[in-house]
């Protein structure tokens, strides 16, 4: 089963670098489309560095919006959406796959979100 992870970015240059080594890090089968609302930052120019990701750069109508283009280029089982300043924990795609491997009842899956600061400390849970 293959995971379709979205993220939308706008000049998210100083986070998308840890959001993308976190994709990285799943054990998953997996394609990761970031759709770009044009940013003016050097974001474009880490994205070229990642020649596994589906990019699309175009302006569009705020976040969702972007998120919806992703959607339709998605060529996965799962959809799964992750900001650009966002992480998921090394592991994180294969709990949820095996979650819905094991309950075929399961129609979605989420977690807690882990507040973390710049050092990388968690300062809490929610």
């Known amino acids: 089963m293959k995971f379709s992870i979205i ?10 670098e840890g959001c993308i080594k976190s994709v990285l890090s799943q054990n998953v089968d997996f394609e990761h489309i970031i759709v770009d609302a044009e940013s003016t930052d050097s974001s474009l120019d880490i994205l070229k560095t990642y020649p596994h990701l589906k990019v699309i750069s175009e302006q569009d109508n705020g976040m969702y919006d ?19 300043d966002d992480r998921y924990p090394d592991g994180a795609l ?3 796959l095996n979650i819905f491997n094991n309950d075929i009842s399961v129609d979605y899956v989420y977690g807690d979100c882990r507040l973390i600061n710049h050092l990388e400390k968690e300062l809490y849970v929610y």
């Open 7 to 16: 993220t939308p970015n706008y000049n998210g240059a100083n986070y998308l």
């Open 66 to 84: 972007a998120i919806n283009k992703g959607i339709a280029i998605s060529q996965g089982d799962f959809i799964s959406y992750l900001n650009g």
């Open 94 to 96: 294969s709990e949820v």
